[in-house]
């Protein structure tokens, strides 16, 4: 399966299309990734401001449907989630095309929302709670750029002044 990963720490250049196996089940629910969130917390790891063990599969959020459902799990093939992996907790990045996590961390999406705008929602739903409160309206302005545009990702962030939420698609 592909994966956006890193084998050293550095700019956006160091992130590649890793070739990995799929994860195995067992007792974890398997969601294939339909879109995986970009976070200022990537660049950080990506630079080497947030120490990671190496090498990483870089991501915190992603919305897709799942592909293996443990039993007792409360989820069955082919629901719509997202889930929030905390990567740097967990070891477990979310931009890959499957992702096998604790099924403690996923949720269901709701009827009528895109899973890119699902995606978005775990990391990001502590700040829009805290702007919500201070009376600031979220943007809803969604980019979805391809696995293979991870670096092209990175640099738009970096860069500044980049408004709404950036996605990577399989």
Known sequence: ??????????????????????????????????????????????????????????????????????????????????????????????????VAFDPGFVAHVPDGMKLEQAAALPLAGVSVAEAAARGIAPRQDLTVLPFEDAAEAHRRLERGGFRGKLLLAP
């Open 1 to 98: 399966m592909r994966a956006v990963g890193l084998t050293r720490t550095g700019g956006p250049e160091v992130l590649e299309v890793l070739d990995l196996p799929e994860p195995e089940a067992a007792d974890a629910l398997v969601i294939e990734t339909a879109a995986a969130a970009v976070n200022p917390v990537d660049l950080a790891t990506r630079s080497g401001l947030i120490p990671t063990s190496l090498p990483a599969v870089l991501g915190w959020d992603l919305a897709g449907t799942v592909a293996h459902a443990p039993a007792g799990s409360g989820f069955r093939t082919g629901d719509r989630v997202l889930a929030m992996t905390a990567q740097l907790g967990t070891g477990v990045g979310s931009m890959a095309e499957y």
